[in-house]
């Protein structure tokens, strides 16, 4: 085995986890995942902890045959209340994320898609209420959506994750220090985005490899009804499937009143109709991790993304939300990009506090 595998799998229990004896874990992953659920059980074992081996979410193929033969209107009577009593029950969920064909489910109807989602939805926030991390395993399908080689793959994957995650952390806290004492954001991109929003009273998170691994974010939820103005998405957005190019959205007291994409338009359809929260904005994030340079087509790498921000619509982290403040509630959450490295900026409270991708507190920062 691979060593840094081991290494990955020792991240997740000592440093994302803190797994410790006595704990219930659930690992969902793919079958192409083996070597690290190996590792992990191997590391769980050492530290005394109960691990059990599913595919509920991540075998894409098994979703798809079951989607794909249901009639798409979901009942109570559909609710898998056994996979809720699992979730109940545990500890500890490690989601691996690694597919042998990464547009399995490309077939599968939108809007079948987003019934599911929303019929499921209290499982995916009982999972979110328990310790969690969500990593990715260098699987050669991936590799090759992200048009690189099998070994490329696996250097830019254990690069971004295998790393000192105390020092991360100091490196994003005084960009986050700055987003919890803020009242508005704004953000410009050329002559395509440029958008404000109220963060005041909302809480900003600084993300080193917990629950997401990689890390190497800043992100905070805007106030639901406080966002106006237009975003262009300049980086695609992959989802069940399916890639969405060229998006563009416009938002008036905090809802998407307009939006288009250049292709697999219908797919951004399903997702805004989803819920009425959908066309809000749940989060907004800050790319910090400069170990991830390329573009991936995969989210859990390409938000964090150095000279990016991104938003996302649909549901807002509770974790994010201040005390009695509005919690933004969707059955999805869906990030796009955008490219904040040329002829754009970050202001906040009417100070620039990042341009053309360099922060205020790094050398070479022009305000």
Known sequence: MDPRIREHAQIIVDHSTGMAAGDNVVIDAHPVSEDLVTALCEAAADVGANPLVIQERLGTRFRRAYLRNHDGEFDDEDFPDHIMALYETMDVYIAIRASDNATQTSDVDPEVNQAYSQLTQPILEE??????????????ANAQLAEMSTDGYENFV?????RDWDEVEAFQAEMADI????????????DTTDVTMSVEGMLTLNDFGEANLPGGEVFTAPVPDSVEGEVFFDKPVYQQGREITDVR??????????????KNEEVLDNILNTD???????????GMNRAIDEFTYNMLFDEKMGDTIHLAVGRAYDACV?????TNESAVHVDMIVDMSEDSYIEVDGEVVQRDGTFR???GFEG
Do not use: H
């Open 276 to 286: 009425d929260g959908a066309r809000r904005l749940g989060e907004l994030g800050i």
């Open 158 to 162: 254990w690069d971004a994750i295998n």
């Open 361 to 363: 507190f790094e050398d």
């Open 249 to 262: 959205v416009v938002f008036e007291e905090g809802r998407i009143v307009e939006y288009e994409a250049g």
């Open 322 to 326: 201040g005390e009695g403040r509005e």
């Open 127 to 140: 999972r979110l209420g328990k310790t969690w991390c969500l990593t990715q395993f260098p699987a050669a």
């Open 179 to 190: 987003l919890n004492e803020a009242s508005e954001v704004r953000i410009v991109s050329g």
